[in-house]
């Protein structure tokens, strides 16, 4: 076994291409279809699935599902089961995942100057 180390293995940006491997998984966890979004309700507070899915049009209960799975997964949600009748199952982010509120806010702001730019309006 080798113990050559590369760039990509050090999680170090490539000087030529720019590419870090945390970076762009990152990019990829927030860019995946309907992440942000309900990652940016989940600022508010915990909520119910249903509350989720309420608050993003379009979004089906499958979907939801499959990506609440990936945010818990990569440590962004968590979901809590309280013990009690009936049971209720909330959505919360975890600390990392509410580091994201400044990332969100900074998103929103480059999306209406962009979508003001030209008086165009980008939200197809």
Do not use: K
């Not at 590419?19 to 940016?40: D, K, T």
């Not at 199952?89 to 509410?98: D, E, N």
């Not at 580091?99 to 929103?108: F, H, S």
């Amino acid at each position: 076994m080798t113990s050559e180390v590369t760039r990509e293995d050090r999680d170090e940006p490539d000087g030529d291409l720019g590419h870090c491997p945390r970076f762009h998984a990152a990019i990829e966890l927030l860019g995946r279809r309907w992440n942000g979004v309900i990652i940016q309700r989940l600022l508010a507070g915990p909520l119910r699935f249903s509350e989720i899915r309420r608050g993003v049009p379009r979004l089906t209960d499958a979907m939801l599902s499959q990506r609440l799975r990936e945010l818990e997964d990569a440590g962004v949600a968590v979901r809590v089961v309280v013990d009690q009748r009936p049971v209720q199952i909330t959505y919360a982010l975890t600390p990392v995942g509410m580091r994201l509120a400044p990332v969100l806010a900074a998103v929103a702001d480059w999306s209406n100057d962009w979508a003001e730019r030209e008086g165009g309006d980008h939200a197809s």
